[in-house]
């Protein structure tokens, strides 16, 4: 049978144990043991009160054991004094004793898939064939011993996907004469579904007014329809309602935009005049509010209620607005916006009797009940000949300028007796012309410039009409010049689609990126027109003059 000191050595015992005396060192890791176990954290062992003091673990182990019978074959050659020793501290919780092993971590711990090997693109399809093609012998197709190693240590791909390369671009050499490779993988997947231009050209047009009307037709889902809208095979448009274009008024147009040509610039260089010199002006009626008026709302914030009295009749005022073309220095700085001034057709009257609103005699706005010449030859003389003598540019002298207005019965013509003695004032001569009947886009302000300022003015949300002319000025004054600049180059864009069409309207908006165009330093102040457009144009108008 073994010593007790043998045993003792077996259970890790030290020679100052079992003998019933402690030493120093003994002393020593009874206090490090405490310590440790007073660091204990109490959600470590369970649901204990702040303070409490924490049981040691291995005591309640101790004892436990010393309940338990022990067979005399067990005991033989121990001590009684002797406890048998946990081989872990159950003081400790386990993630410090036993750190988790790497099979158990999170993913946020270990990533348990292999990263995925990127798809190999075209590009560098490319650079591997070349780095193949310089490193195969010179008199046969075989590569150099060693290149399909480099080739996987330089771009990570294994060698079978090196091979297949070099063995595809190989066998397409011998039927083609020459080395390829592209990849198929555009031809892999689901395909699109298909539609051609004759299936959707030969629906009605009343049977695809919304997407799901086409979609029946042509036998599709609507998602599959909303997803071609998407990829722009095809193209929603809203269809405005043009005015009819006649003969004479066809050559009234293009007699309109041949003129606003440079004389001496016809026929090898055909080029827009500045148009420096021109005054748009054009009437509007502003309405106080819209029937419907879009906004967005928080997500349990109250659904604005709009009142009225009549949805038919809502309150509105025309104005007459003027603009000219702005001017721009040479370092892009805005030296005069073009804006003379947007006049409501108002007067001031007193209110005839006492109201709840306000008292007798309370001046009022009221809208002028019938807009003739003789209230547009008023807000000519006393509203527009003083703005433009106030906001011309002075630095540009005397010189004649060209009111332009359309051909409206209230508007007067040029030899109208009154105007007459007044169009000649302080070394300006105003001369007013008519654009072409049943144009507004030959109209600065119908052409943009009133959008603009009613999508402005809206925003404001007036109340009362005394509200509305205060909204309409400010949306005037607060529109950017270079809108009203844009409008005036767009007009010269809309001269080229007149000629090209032979003076008919039949033809969508020209947009010429003029943002892109102004970023680069390439837009034109002037425009140059069609040469085979103005050529045939001007036969046209002489044949027909020939023939009246």
């Not at 158990?104 to 090997?117: G, I």
């Not at 050499?173 to 892999?188: G, I, L, P, T, V």
């Not at 599959?224 to 003969?247: A, C, D």
């Not at 144009?439 to 009613?454: A, E, M, T, Y």
């Amino acid at each position: 049978m073994a010593s007790d000191q043998e045993e003792d050595e077996f259970l890790g015992f030290s020679d100052d144990e079992g003998d019933g005396t402690n030493s120093d060192s003994d002393y020593d890791d009874d206090e490090a043991t405490q310590n440790a176990v007073s660091e204990v954290n109490a959600h470590q062992i369970g649901d204990f009160e702040q303070n409490q003091q924490l049981p040691d673990l291995n005591e309640v182990g101790q004892e436990y054991a010393q309940e338990c019978e022990v067979g005399p074959q067990h005991t033989s050659g121990i001590s009684d004094n002797h406890s048998v020793p946990f081989l872990f501290d159950l003081n400790i919780s386990t993630q410090q004793e036993f750190p988790p092993s790497p099979i158990h971590q999170t993913e946020t711990e270990q990533n348990h898939h292999k990263p995925r090997t990127p798809r190999i693109n075209n590009e560098l399809r490319l650079e591997i064939l070349l780095f193949l093609l310089l490193r195969k012998e010179k008199h046969s197709d075989e590569l150099i011993h060693g290149t399909n190693r480099q080739a996987v240590i330089k771009f990570g791909y294994t060698r079978k996907t090196i091979r297949l390369i070099w063995q595809r671009a190989l066998a397409h050499k011998a039927a083609m004469d020459s080395y390829f490779y592209d990849s198929k993988y555009h031809n892999c997947g689901r395909k699109r579904i298909q539609v051609t231009y004759e299936s959707i050209a030969s629906i009605a047009m009343g049977d695809r007014t919304t997407i799901i009307d086409l979609a029946r037709m042509l036998n599709l889902s609507p998602t599959t329809v909303w997803r071609m809208v998407k990829r722009k095979q095809i193209k929603p448009h809203s269809s405005p309602l043009n005015p009819g274009i006649s003969e004479e008024c066809k050559m009234a147009r293009m007699k309109w935009v041949l003129g606003l040509l440079m004389d001496y610039s016809i026929p090898n260089d055909p080029t827009y005049y500045n148009m420096y010199d021109f005054i748009h002006i054009d009437e509007k009626w502003f309405y106080l509010t819209q029937k419907s008026q879009r906004v967005y709302l928080a997500n349990n914030e109250p659904f604005p209620h709009r009142k009225g009295k009549s949805r038919t009749k809502i309150p509105k005022f025309m104005f007459m607005a003027a603009v000219a073309r702005p001017r721009w220095g040479q370092d892009g700085q805005c030296e005069w916006d073009g804006k003379l001034g947007i006049f409501p057709f108002t007067d001031a009257v007193a209110a005839k009797r006492t109201s709840k609103n306000r008292v007798k005699g309370t001046i009022e706005t009221k809208p002028i009940k019938s807009v003739n010449q003789i209230a547009t030859r008023a807000m000519l003389i006393n509203y527009l000949i003083p703005a433009i003598k106030e906001k011309w540019p002075p630095h540009e002298g005397e010189r004649v300028i060209y009111i332009i207005q359309d051909n409206a019965k209230a508007h007067i013509l040029q030899n109208d007796q009154e105007w007459q003695q007044h169009y000649k004032q302080d070394g300006f001569t105003l001369i007013l012309t008519q654009q072409p009947a049943n144009s507004p886009d030959c109209n600065i302000l119908d052409l943009g410039f009133f959008r603009s300022i009613q999508s402005l003015m809206h925003k404001k949300m007036p109340k009362t009409v005394e509200d509305l002319s205060g909204a309409v000025t400010e949306a005037y004054n607060e529109l950017h010049a270079k809108t009203l600049s844009n409008v005036w180059m767009s007009l010269q864009y809309v001269g080229n689609e007149i000629l090209k069409h032979k003076g008919d309207n039949d033809y969508q908006l020209p947009h010429n990126k003029k943002k892109i165009l102004e970023d680069e330093g390439n837009l034109p102040e002037q425009v140059k027109a069609p040469r085979w457009a103005v050529n045939e144009c001007k036969q046209l108008v002489d044949e027909w003059r020939a023939n009246q």
